[in-house]
């Protein structure tokens, strides 16, 4: 029987069980080896192909995108997909249901409480993030139960308080 020589890999140093072209075969897929190109059946451009006549972004859209979703979801607000998909089902304000963002009341993105999350029309989240409309909105999720922040003061009280500054004249120019 035959003994196997220990190669070791040039490129990564770690021993190679399988040698191709003088490198382990996960350097020479990774360093040296170019797949061929075909053309995408869904995006048309030259790239390899992942399966089906898709090259991997289009593959992964169309054949795994709710999966994709889903990760997302999770990863970026820490809640789980029926939890984040209960919230986002409607909006809270408007009842409207084509597309719904996550928004957290008190701002910290790292409470995920079921009092602090609401679901909001992409036109309600601006709103709300908006100091001329923010009193509005937050007056409507109170009416619904809702603990809502304390918002902004009104920009004209901070404006009259102003005194001995220099831009006092560029608010109040005397004519």
Known sequence: MSELKEVVCPKCNK??????KGVCHNCYRRLLWNPPKFECKRCHRMRPIQGWGFCAGCYNSVF??????QYNKEKAH?????FYNELTSKCIICEFDKMVELHHLDHNHINNSRSNLVGL?????RMIHHRDFCREVYSILKTKG???P????E??????NL???IHKNKLNPQS
Do not use: M, W
């Open 15 to 20: 021993i190679a069980k399988r040698v191709t």
């Open 64 to 69: 795994h995108i709710e999966k994709v979703k």
């Open 78 to 82: 820490n809640i789980s997909s029926e």
């Open 121 to 125: 029309c992409p036109n309600h989240h």
């Open 146 to 148: 809702f603990l809502t």
């Open 150 to 153: 304390e918002p902004y003061e």
């Open 155 to 160: 920009d004209s009280i901070l404006k009259q």
């Open 163 to 165: 005194s001995g500054t």
